[in-house]
């Protein structure tokens, strides 16, 4: 094969043609239970006002210096333009993706990021398979992308809500872990983290959007009813989580009745992922040396 040959070969083949498919991950945080492959998994096993032995005084800090290192990995993943990052966020309602998002992507470069927000599906997305439309998200190349809610809505809120039946959606775990193979494949790393909140807790956040006027608008009617829901919604979460737990997108699981220790351990986990992936600024392009900018 010639040079020019390999070249165009190298731009066309995706990024993963000689990345690591079955990365081996870096351990999450303190904390923070990695749901493990092929076992089954009791969601009420973790305790969600855990802290993972972290110091709440020292946190602020913490989750700085993590957001530095977040920050700097970005830049050499996107100067590398070879593989990306998809993190996927869910919970119950109240259960603070909105906040961990803000939190740990504060001081990102908002040209290597990307969050989606992914809400009752449109007609015309009803109308496709139901991966399609986050198929469409996935982060390309150099870039991170954020799932605030995802492809698990299909296997959750679509369960518990009897949207489809029951043997459409049983399928789903399998096409789901398909999906994740592939896009881990083609280059993409796949962090998926569950927030875990107390009953109490998820009453208390309620309250608050009814009582605080700068709440008001997150405040939805529907999380009453969807509270109702409340135990199907912990099945519905121990199946996916049990059944869609893969060596190469293993769940975790990150107690998060705590912000602070809910942020810091979801940014160092973020970190530490980037880490390991050891993103590399491109060669200069051949010939730079010696040159020099005219007046
Ligand atoms: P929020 O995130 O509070 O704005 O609410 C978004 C709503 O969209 C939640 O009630 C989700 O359960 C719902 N939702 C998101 N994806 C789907 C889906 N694929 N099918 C049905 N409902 C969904
Ligand atoms: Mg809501």
């Known amino acids: 094969m010639t040079k020019k040959h390999g070249k165009r070969h190298r731009a066309a083949t995706p990024a993963s043609a000689d990345a690591t498919p079955w990365q081996d991950?870096?351990?999450?945080?303190?904390?923070?239970?990695?749901?493990?492959?092929?076992?089954?998994?009791?969601?009420?096993?973790?305790?969600?006002?855990?802290d993972g032995g972290f110091e709440k005084e020292a946190a602020g800090e913490a989750l700085k210096a993590e957001r530095t290192r977040i920050s700097a990995l970005q830049e050499r993943l996107y100067a590398e333009h070879r593989r990306s990052?998809?993190?996927?966020?869910?919970?119950?309602?109240?259960?603070?993706?909105?906040?961990?998002?803000?939190?740990?992507?504060?001081?990102?470069?908002?040209?290597?990021?990307?969050?989606?927000?992914?809400?009752?599906?449109?007609?015309?997305?009803?109308?496709?398979?139901?991966?399609?439309?986050?198929?469409?998200?996935?982060?390309?190349?150099?870039?991170?992308?954020?799932?605030?809610?995802?492809?698990?809505?299909?296997?959750l809120a679509v369960r518990v809500k009897d949207l489809v039946p029951?043997?459409?959606?049983?399928?789903?775990?399998?096409?789901?872990?398909?999906?994740?193979?592939?896009?881990?494949?083609?280059?993409v790393t796949v962090l998926k983290f569950f927030l875990h909140i107390s009953k109490e807790e998820q009453k208390e956040r309620l309250e608050s959007r009814l009582v605080e006027p700068d709440k008001h608008w997150k405040f939805d009617p529907a999380d009453l009813v969807e509270r109702k829901s409340w135990d199907a919604y912990q099945s519905a979460f121990t199946d996916a989580l049990s059944r869609c737990s893969t060596p190469y997108a293993p769940w975790h699981v990150v107690p998060a009745n705590r912000k602070w220790y809910r942020n810091l351990a979801i940014a160092r986990?973020?970190?530490?992922?980037?880490?390991?992936?050891?993103?590399?600024?491109?060669?200069?392009?051949?010939?730079?040396?010696?040159?020099?900018?005219?007046?």
């Open 25 to 50: 991950r870096p351990r999450a945080a303190p904390g923070i239970v990695t749901v493990v492959p092929g076992r089954s998994f009791d969601l009420a096993s973790v305790d969600p006002a855990s």
């Open 85 to 155: 990052l998809l993190v996927v966020f869910q919970a119950i309602d109240t259960g603070g993706k909105d906040g961990t998002i803000r939190n740990v992507f504060q001081g990102v470069n908002p040209q290597g990021c990307r969050v989606w927000s992914f809400k009752v599906p449109s007609a015309e997305e009803l109308d496709q398979d139901f991966l399609w439309r986050y198929h469409a998200k996935v982060p390309g190349r150099g870039l991170i992308g954020v799932f605030n809610r995802s492809h698990y809505e299909d296997v």
């Open 166 to 187: 029951e043997k459409i959606w049983r399928e789903r775990y399998g096409l789901i872990n398909d999906f994740e193979r592939l896009l881990t494949l083609s280059g």
């Open 269 to 295: 986990t973020v970190a530490d992922t980037l880490e390991a992936m050891d993103p590399q600024f491109p060669e200069p392009k051949p010939g730079i040396a010696g040159l020099t900018v005219s007046d």
